[in-house]
């Protein structure tokens, strides 16, 4: 007999993974798939962090870590957050963990208990919703629409709280839409939380150095609500670095300490090696992450101007990120030798079939209509892969 968990049964695949997976699968066939669908550097790690993992193997780095990382991890990531956040966080208000998104996981858990509302703005990155299920949550989705580059509002954010809202979840740079808060409307939603001690607010800023509208800004810098913020980060995206999983945490100490109980038990402390190369990313040279921001930028043009060229594509410019979110939504209903693209999740599917590039569908952004495009691949596969959606699209009638 076989027997899952309600808890299991209640989750969604990650759509990231299963698109990244199902061009994989299709390129072991020999198809030549222009893989879109996830998102990250297409760039080697920078070589001295490379040396440095190399180092930390030969000087025998391999044993047990610290539960929340090596003291030097910490003050690295401590002394990260004062020179480019103006933040300060002392190594007791710092946890590491296996990436961003098991520091995520760990604010939820330790923050979110059975029927707690979490507002999510969409579009959101598909791992939020999954994860506040996964605490016993309810998630509370705030649509916003492409005109408003995909920002809620104030007056949404005020009207969606209730005497049960826990946490809210900010991400900007955002995933999957590129969206980035300027200051000013990050002080809004500090003002309305302000007067609502019993909220947190999560905010994932994984894509801080990928970022086209100035200098980045956190919500944690407003001094009225700061106790209540959880700020994730870590180096997969600012450094190349997503394969060698490391995340961070800077938060109230009682919340750090409630996330290290957990990871006690759950995973340990991160991989030994990896936290010696996170060191070296964080405290080392910093032009590798700079060339990296220019080569995004180049490509968020590009991906404009290819994507602006294809009739009924609605795009809105991205921010940050190395995504765009356009609107598809002139294609449902079309349909090509009698198969019908109904929704997004048809248009990806035909995507890949017939133009052998690989998207991620909307709705597991919470945003049916759309798909995800991430341009974090060379300028020559982009102008390739642009060329054979058009000619592709062509075919929908
Ligand atoms: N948050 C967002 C918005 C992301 O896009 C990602 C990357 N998948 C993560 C968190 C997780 O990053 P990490 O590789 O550090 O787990
Ligand atoms: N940031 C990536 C994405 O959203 C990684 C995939 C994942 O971690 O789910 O595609």
């Not at 080697?44 to 391999?62: L, R, Y």
């Not at 208000?93 to 059975?114: F, T």
């Not at 220019?294 to 009739?311: N, S």
């Not at 300028?379 to 642009?386: P, W």
Request: glycine share 8%; net charge negative.
């Amino acid at each position: 007999m076989e027997h899952l968990s309600e808890r299991i049964r209640k989750l969604a695949d990650s759509q990231t993974m299963a698109m990244n997976q199902k061009s994989r699968d299709l390129q072991a066939q020999g198809i030549d798939i222009i893989n879109l669908s996830v998102g990250e550097p297409d760039f080697p790690t920078p070589p001295h962090v490379k040396e440095a993992a190399k180092k930390a193997i030969d000087d025998n780095f391999s044993f047990y870590s610290p539960v929340g990382g090596y003291p030097d991890l910490k003050k690295a990531i401590s002394q990260k957050f004062l020179d480019e956040n103006g933040l300060v966080y002392g190594p007791a208000n710092i946890i590491a963990s296996n990436g961003a998104k098991h520091s995520l996981a760990n604010a939820l858990m330790v923050l979110v208990d059975e029927g707690d509302e979490v507002i999510v703005p969409a579009p959101y990155w598909v791992t939020y919703v999954e994860l506040v299920k996964l605490a016993g949550g309810t998630n509370v989705v705030l649509d916003s629409k492409i005109e408003n580059d995909f920002k809620i509002t104030p007056e949404q954010l005020e009207k969606a709280i209730t005497p049960k809202t826990r946490a809210l979840l900010l991400c900007s740079p955002n995933n999957p839409t590129g969206t980035v808060y300027t200051r000013e409307e990050l002080g809004r939603f500090a003002d309305i939380l302000a007067r609502h001690p019993d909220i947190f607010v999560i905010t994932d800023e994984i894509y801080e150095h990928i970022n086209f509208s100035g200098k980045h800004e956190s919500i944690a810098s407003f001094t009225g609500i700061h106790h209540r913020v959880v700020v994730i980060n870590g180096v997969s995206k600012a450094y190349a670095m997503t394969g060698w999983r490391i995340g961070y945490m800077a938060a109230a100490q009682w919340i750090v300490d409630a996330c290290s109980k957990l990871q006690g038990q759950f995973t340990s402390g991160p991989s030994s090696i990896s936290q010696k190369a996170a060191v070296a990313a964080l405290t080392g040279d910093k032009s590798y992450t700079v060339d990296m921001n220019r080569a995004f930028l180049r490509r968020r043009d590009l991906v404009m101007e290819l994507a602006g060229k294809i009739e009924g594509m609605k795009v809105s410019r991205p921010g940050g990120g190395f995504y765009i979110f356009p609107d598809i939504g002139s294609f449902c209903g079309l349909s090509a030798g009698g198969n019908v693209v109904e929704n997004d999740n048809d248009f990806c599917l035909f995507l890949l079939e017939h133009a052998h590039v690989a998207a991620v569908p909307g709705e597991a952004f919470g945003a049916p209509n759309h798909i995800r495009i991430s341009f974090a691949t060379s300028d020559d596969r982009l102008k390739e892969a642009f060329s054979r959606i058009e000619n592709a699209l062509k075919k929908l009638k």
